[in-house]
């Protein structure tokens, strides 16, 4: 067993929020810095980035997971991750379907830039990605798990987009077997205020927007990684978020 520490939760220049220095290449690099294990690239709606952040964090000797954030019918938000890239596209390209589209307004929303393994741009995605979709809260974990995928509410423990602030509570009945916090601080009196979240596994991560927002070396998984692989310790990991506590 090995400790690996973690921020599951980062936009890339894809996402219209993003900075355009969030690209693969710097986002890899700034967690290396940082001394981060594992990142999953989780930009709004979409997963087209994480084909060069998995080549940008290999180089850097990070074990990339890819995902996104998804925008419910609410306006929660969520974040899936999927065990491989592979998967991770299936269901990016499944998503279309569900999507709202409204063209995007650079020059009001921000760029949404596709980039490949150098950092170059070889698209742009013209649909704006950071609006709800047609998926309820209760419907995004079971379409997720249908694409072999991890779903769990974000921040919530936020106004914007949170789950708790959106519905006024945490459902107690939640087929989600995790919940993400931003701030760590707020886990013991958000667990005693809301019994939803008693059972779920907790997961704090950064939601970062901006180079500088990205996690330092604090939270971390214990996981077995012997024969050692990225397939294995993602495997690993996503048994540990598929399972309550």
């Known amino acids: 067993m090995n400790r690996y520490y973690y921020d599951l939760h980062i ?12 690209t693969p290449n710097n986002i890899a690099g700034m967690g290396t810095l940082n001394g981060l294990n594992i990142m999953a690239l989780t930009d709004h709606n979409t997963c087209k980035n994480c084909p060069a952040f998995f080549k940008a ?92 995928g991890i779903c769990y509410p974000a921040h919530v423990d936020r106004e914007a987009n949170g789950i708790i ?37 907790v997961i704090v991560s950064s939601d970062a927007h901006y180079l500088w927002n990205i996690k330092e070396k604090k939270e971390f998984f214990e996981l077995d990684d012997e024969p050692y692989s990225s397939a294995l310790v993602r495997q690993n990991l996503f048994a540990i978020l598929g399972a309550k506590p």
């Open 165 to 201: 602030a959106t519905l006024g509570t945490f459902p107690e009945d939640s087929d989600f077997t995790a919940a993400e916090f931003h701030d760590g601080e707020n886990i013991s009196s958000y667990i005693e205020t809301y019994p939803g979240l008693r059972d779920k596994r």
């Open 57 to 148: 964090a290999k180089k850097n000797g990070i074990v990339p997971v890819a995902g996104m954030e998804l925008t419910t019918a609410e306006d929660i938000h969520a974040v899936c991750l999927f065990p491989d890239l592979e998967t991770a596209m299936a269901f990016d390209e499944w998503l279309q379907g569900a999507r709202i589209l409204i063209p995007n307004r650079p020059d009001i929303f921000g760029n949404q830039l596709i980039l490949d393994e150098n950092d170059e741009i070889i698209g742009e995605e013209p649909y704006l990605l950071s609006n709800a979709t047609n998926i309820t809260i209760d419907e995004a974990y079971r379409v997720v798990r249908e694409h072999d």
């Open 11 to 22: 936009h890339s220049c894809l996402s219209p929020c993003g900075d355009d220095d969030m």
